[in-house]
Nanobody, 119 residues
């Protein structure tokens, strides 16, 4: 089992920035993919960004491309989501998740952290 602990959510004005953190514990391997998702009540869970741990390759949803940056700290087994130029529509609960290369399903999830962007 992999445990994921998220932090960094909060309140921010439109145009502001936040950085989310997700620390992984347990058995963690370089063939894992760490991703961020978000969900608003009444809406589908939405993919935000992911990073391939072994090489640092990243991918982003079109809605956040150019504004959000995902990165990792190899020594700390921690992934970050730097969110700039935040918009009210970015308001959601953000979840960190982990999957293995070759498996499209994210099996491990964090508890979620609330991000609220005011207009």
């Amino acid at each position: 089992q992999v445990q994921l602990v998220e932090s960094g959510g909060g309140l921010v004005q439109a145009g502001g920035s936040l950085r989310l953190s997700c620390a992984a514990s347990g058995r963690f391997f370089s063939n894992y993919v760490m991703g961020w998702f978000r969900q608003t009540p009444g809406k589908e869970r939405e993919f935000v960004a992911a990073i391939f741990w072994s090489v640092g390759r990243t991918e982003y949803a079109d809605s956040v491309k150019g504004r959000f940056t995902i990165s990792r700290d190899n020594a700390k087994n921690t992934v970050y989501l730097q969110m700039n130029n935040l918009k009210p529509e970015d308001t959601a609960v953000y979840y960190c998740a982990v999957r293995k290369l070759g498996n499209n399903e994210y099996h491990y999830w964090g508890q979620g952290t609330q991000v609220t962007v005011s207009s």
